[in-house]
């Protein structure tokens, strides 16, 4: 099996050191993760026209909104294992992974038992047109049948994010993605093979991601509680994990099903707008992936200082947290502000796409600065499992923004579209703001 890895130092002192030791190789890999979106998009942007574009966008919208809905087995395992190693309990930190993995190879199964049902009503929600239609199903075909493996990656990833394993998720995700976007180029443009090389390559990479995770995970397979069924199926603990999933899963079908919906609405406004849409939502991503680093350090040490019952621990983790974050996030403004006709340029070659998306561009620059406090808020929520408050903040975030629509479609058109979606960002963070002290006084419950 080799070496064991390192463990985390459960007593050491939380430092913006320590923090940053986290966050910074998180930052580094996450930030890959929509280099993927971008480069799919600038290879079938270079067929020269925006059918392709916006297939590419209907079709991995739709998947990452059923792989995102189960994302609870990343940042529900990352907080439950950090929680499991402040307390010391060492078996049901191996039980966890025994489970993460029947969860995704049951609910990957299905995916692909079920994907004529899915991918039908996905295609009826979007007002795409019928050629756009046609290139996402092909793309959906493909891919779909690495749910397992995509599935089984995140709560992996939850499970080595606990561990302060940081440097192995940063070669992990390199690779994923290197393989990725290696295949992307060789696949959709040398080959020629477009959506459906897209596609393939991110098949290839979700199954090769599984098998070095797997790997870098190695240690949970150490002596025998990973196979000790009396904990691995123990009710109480079952029943807890559960509970904190199925909040964790409403929190993240609400928040897909709104930017699943933004695309299909955008597809409204026709293929030039929605192929515009889709490449100024690889900023959100960039921007959102960039801020998970100090959301998973978040997730690890306020779930570590809530298993050792340590309240001066999770306000100090948390503070700290915040602090970086918002650093991050002003950052990400200025160089959107900067950079965004650049990208724009880069992604697209279609002129009316590259003007489409110019105009919308402002929404991009202010995105990060509004969606700062919700995203970092998720992962000490996450790591102190107060899970129900996470999933109310979202319910009431996501109601106003379906109640946003209607008022502002009619009225600011594709504007109106991108401010109800800034409106749930900001939504998040002040509703989950007003429930932190509660979190607090549950330290000592």
Known sequence: MGSRPAEPDLEGEVTNKRVLRIAVPLILSNVTIPLLGVVDTGVVGQLGEAAPIAAVGVGAITLSSLYWAFGFLKMGTAGLVAQALGARDRAEVSALMTRVLMVAAIVGLAMIACQSGIFRIALALTSASAEVEALARDYMRVRIFAAPAAIAVYGLTGWLLAKERTVGLLVLQLVMNGINIALSVFLGLWLELGVVGVAWSSFAAEFFGLVLALFLARDAFDGRAWRNWTV???????????????????????LMAAFTSFVYLGGRFGDTTLAANQILLQFVYFASYAMDGFTHAAETLVGQAMGARAKARVRRSAYLAVTWAFVVCLVLTVFFALTGPVFVDLMAKAPEVRAAARAYLPWIMVAPVLGCAGWLLDGVFIGATQTRDMRNSMILSGLIYALSLPVLLPALGNHGLWASLLLLFVFRGVTLSLRYSALERAVDS
Not at 232 to 238: E, G, P, W
Not at 242 to 253: E, F, T
Request: glycine share 0%; no cysteine.
């Open 232 to 254: 691995v199926f123990d009710r109480v603990r079952l029943w807890h994990m559960a509970a904190v999933n199925s909040d964790i899963m409403v929190r993240s079908v609400i």
